[in-house]
């Protein structure tokens, strides 16, 4: 029976071994695939990784940048706030902070990038958060001059985000640097706003249209200072 059933044995040995081979690849096609699920994860969760450090590493140097700006302003009080929140319209540009009334925050307070040039300043007060209306805001303005100049004038806030100078007494030219007058009582004097980028003439007015680009970055702010030592004098409180 053995020496008879031999051929049989070996055809339906030779007939599973394609079979065998398939489960086997089966087999090692799913170990592949759950190693590279996991691969996949764990190449995830480096890259998270790495994106928290160069948050961190982003936040330290806003934060020696803030500190800088403080020893060089000793009379000067700043508070350090996180932007929670920006609203950004044709003619509405604001952001949210997460410091309020209880860290000792008030409107009218004049709010600068952790570099020292200007953002805003604090229009709205609740008790945990405040809100700060842009430069570029439409609504805002600024009395201004040229650095190291007596040329002076009013910057206000376009809807393209960029600024409007408009030109009281002086001469410009694009590349002229503007920083708050102080005058106003909007702002302390001498803090950075922007850089004069065109100028075009126009007959039918007695001054030129000149746009200022900001050197704050609004988009990319992460980090404010609240200066709690000044406190603007609001056209709203004078109405």
């Known amino acids: 029976f053995l020496i008879g059933s031999s051929p049989m044995s070996s055809g339906l040995s030779k007939g599973f071994k394609p079979l065998m081979g398939f489960f086997k690849d089966i087999g090692q096609a799913n170990s592949l695939r759950k190693e590279n699920m996991y691969l996949k994860r764990e190449n995830e969760q480096l890259r998270n990784q790495n ?36 609203i950004q319209l044709p003619f509405r540009s604001e952001l949210s902070i997460n410091l309020g009334s209880a860290d000792g925050i008030q409107t009218g307070n004049v709010v600068l990038s952790p570099q020292g040039s200007l953002v805003g300043r604090i229009t709205a007060v609740t008790k945990n958060y405040s809100f700060v209306r842009l430069v570029t805001d439409s609504r805002s303005r600024v009395a ?28 410009v030219k694009e590349g002229d640097i503007l920083i708050t007058s102080g005058l106003g009582g909007i702002s302390p004097a001498d803090i950075p706003i922007g850089v004069i980028e065109e100028i075009t003439a126009n007959a039918q007015t007695a001054f030129p249209t000149i746009t200022v680009a900001t050197f704050v970055q609004i988009t990319n702010l992460r980090t404010v200072l609240v200066d709690t030592s000044f406190i603007a004098i609001l056209p709203e409180s004078k109405q």
């Not at 450090?53 to 700006?69: D, F, G, T």
């Not at 020893?71 to 009080?77: E, G, L």
């Open 51 to 86: 994106i928290e450090l160069e948050i961190a590493r982003v936040r330290i140097v806003e934060l020696e940048q803030a500190l800088h700006i403080r020893t060089t302003n000793p009379s000067s009080t700043f508070s350090a706030a996180n932007v929670i929140g920006f």
């Open 144 to 171: 201004s001059q040229i650095l190291d100049s007596a040329t002076s004038g009013i910057i206000s806030g376009k809807p393209e985000r960029r600024l409007d100078f408009k030109l009281v007494i002086g001469d």
